[in-house]
């Protein structure tokens, strides 16, 4: 039978050389930036960025206005 074992998360050293790799050979490679373990904490980064859309479209909208 299998044992569980916690994953380990690696260095923010190893995740830029292997990023770089990535993206050295023409595949995107986005980093995420570690806010918690749990789920809210990458929920949390969703809602982060889909504000920030938000508010980049008001104010592209606002501009139209003027």
Same mark, same amino acid.
């Given at each position: 039978?299998?044992?569980?074992?916690?994953?380990? #998360?690696?260095?923010?050293?190893?995740?830029?050389?292997?990023?770089?790799?990535?993206?050295?050979?023409?595949?995107?490679?986005?980093?995420?930036?570690?806010?918690?373990?749990?789920?809210?904490?990458?929920?949390?980064?969703? $809602?982060? #960025?889909?504000?920030?859309?938000?508010?980049? $479209?008001?104010?592209?909208?606002?501009?139209a #206005?003027?």
């Amino acid at each position: 039978m299998a044992k569980h074992v916690e994953p380990i #998360a690696a260095e923010p050293e190893t995740i830029a050389t292997f990023a770089d790799i990535l993206h050295n050979a023409g595949y995107t490679s986005p980093v995420r930036t570690p806010r918690g373990r749990d789920i809210m904490a990458a929920c949390g980064q969703l $809602k982060s #960025a889909s504000e920030r859309a938000r508010g980049e $479209k008001v104010l592209l909208d606002a501009s139209a #206005a003027v």
